[in-house]
T-cell receptor, first 114, second 111 residues
């Protein structure tokens, strides 16, 4: 079975450019999570969706970040404009919306903003 | 609020040594508890979990017991291998869909 799929795996861009990260969750999962991981701040939850609806976006750092989930099999995280401090690994994870259920993580997108 | 506290790393051990990584939690209700592992360059993956008090989760020689009286879920392995070098995250889920992760503990195992 395919796991969580993220693209691109690596992204290098210049400050001020728009960046779009993509995620395809595991089929049948109805919760989707976006995380950011850095050495300084560790693993941070940015936003999560249940049945395509954003439930908690309190972790989104600022208005430059936005996330959408237009259907059950696709989500995007967009940064516009990007800044060097956005450099991090961004993970998408999915799970069944059942209490105590495991999250399944994608391989991550390594973003470098110059 | 809900939180997870795990021992700071890095932890450096020789191959075949005994491993303990401490994890304690604060939560309302009855959380499910997890250990996730992250190998270099990869996403997190579930190592083991326990859903109620006194349950023991186990996988790949790792074990952790859900201790409600001490609000702990310590990770143990009797004999570590070089291939166990990774970052280990303790986590909990209570009520809704959100997982609360600890800060992670990096383990280095020397041959």
């Amino acid at each position: 079975d395919a796991g969580v799929i993220q693209s691109p795996r690596h992204e290098v861009t210049e400050m001020g450019q728009e960046v779009t990260l993509r995620c395809k969750p595991i089929s049948g999962h109805n919760s989707l999570f976006w995380y950011r991981q850095t050495m300084m701040r560790g693993l941070e939850l940015l936003i999560y969706f249940n049945n395509n609806v954003p439930i908690d976006d309190s972790g989104m750092p600022e208005d430059r970040f936005s996330a959408k989930m237009p259907n059950a099999s696709f989500s995007t995280l967009k940064i516009q404009p990007s800044e060097p401090r956005d450099s991090a690994v961004y993970f998408c994870a999915s799970s069944l919306a059942v209490a105590g259920e495991t999250q399944y993580f994608g391989p991550g997108t390594r973003l470098l903003v110059l | 609020g809900n939180s997870v506290t795990q021992m700071e790393g890095p932890v450096t051990l020789s191959e075949e040594a005994f491993l303990t990584i401490n994890c304690t939690y604060t939560a309302t209700g009855y959380p499910s508890l997890f250990w996730y592992v992250q190998y270099p360059g990869e996403g997190l993956q579930l190592l083991l979990k326990a859903t109620k008090a006194d349950d023991k989760g186990s996988n790949k020689g790792f074990e952790a017991t859900y201790r409600k009286e001490t609000t702990s879920f310590h990770l143990e392995k009797g004999s570590v291998q070089v291939s166990d070098s990774a970052v280990y995250f303790c986590a909990l889920v209570t009520g809704g869909f959100k997982t609360i992760f600890g800060a992670g503990t990096r383990l280095f195992v020397k041959a």
